[in-house]
Antibody, heavy 123, light 110 residues
Framework: QLQLQESGPGLVKPSDTLSLTCTVS?????????WGWIRQPPGKGPEWIGN???????YYNPSLKSRVTMSVDRSKNQFFLHLTSVTAADTAVYTC????????????????WGQGALVTVSS | QSALTQPASVSGSPGQSITISCTGT?????????VSWYQQHPGQAPKIIIF???NRPSGVSNRFSGFKSGNTASLTISGLQAEDEADYYC??????????FGGGTKVTVL
């Protein structure tokens, strides 16, 4: 059974880099479809951060593109999120998710979500 | 790109039907049938209930249905039940290969 689990620091200082890992279990990350990161600020709606393909090709939210890098380690069945120059506005629950390729080959219909990791940006 | 526009709240009595709108533009919702809807209960991750405008994943109640006309999509919940009280978010795949979410609608069962 496919499961996703985020890990990383829960507190990041302003201007630092937020780094998170998503570990995929029960499924191969090389299964030929995209993986995504989504964040949700407290009390607000979700915001798509980006998608990454196992080959490493990426698509990012234009509003975050200058600060976001996503990467993948196929040998560890993990993919990663790095967000630079964070501010308090980046405080959110960060979740990795799988857009189901059986629903649509366009990677937008997320059916499997991790439990989410609250990241607070504060000094 | 701006978030898709949803009403902040919608309410209804048990057994009634309610409809939540989701308005985008000719560059996101308009050109494609790539609209999904999510249900989110407090403290939980979103759960997908509709994809490709009007398709339900296996196990999702047929009380949920979707529709799209022009730049606006909608979700209808029929036979409203107490368990339907939650936040609902629309989402779409855009012409720029990006994903947009709506601001969310809180559904209250009276």
């Amino acid at each position: 059974q496919l499961q996703l689990q985020e890990s990383g620091p829960g507190l990041v200082k302003p201007s630092d880099t937020l780094s998170l890992t998503c570990t995929v279990s029960g499924y191969s990350i090389n299964s030929g479809h995209y993986w995504g990161w989504i964040r949700q600020p407290p009390g607000k709606g979700p915001e798509w951060i980006g998608n990454i393909y196992p080959s490493g090709s990426t698509y990012y939210n234009p509003s975050l593109k200058s600060r976001v890098t996503m990467s993948v380690d196929r040998s560890k069945n993990q993919f990663f999120l790095h967000l630079t120059s964070v501010t308090a506005a980046d405080t959110a629950v960060y979740t990795c998710a799988r857009p189901n390729p059986d629903y649509n080959t366009r990677p937008y219909a997320f059916d499997i979500w991790g439990q989410g990791a609250l990241v607070t940006v504060s000094s | 790109q701006s978030a898709l526009t949803q009403p902040a709240s919608v309410s209804g009595s048990p057994g009634q039907s309610i409809t939540i709108s989701c308005t985008g533009t000719s560059s996101d919702i308009g050109p494609h049938n790539y609209v999904s809807w999510y249900q989110q209960h407090p403290g939980q991750a979103p759960k997908i209930i509709i994809f490709d405008v009007n398709n339900r994943p296996s196990g999702v109640s047929n009380r949920f249905s979707g529709f799209k006309s022009g730049n606006t999509a909608s979700l209808t919940i029929s036979g409203l039940q107490a368990e339907d009280e939650a936040d609902y978010y629309c989402s779409c795949y855009t012409s720029w290969t990006t994903v947009l979410f709506g601001g969310g609608t809180k559904v209250t069962v009276l």
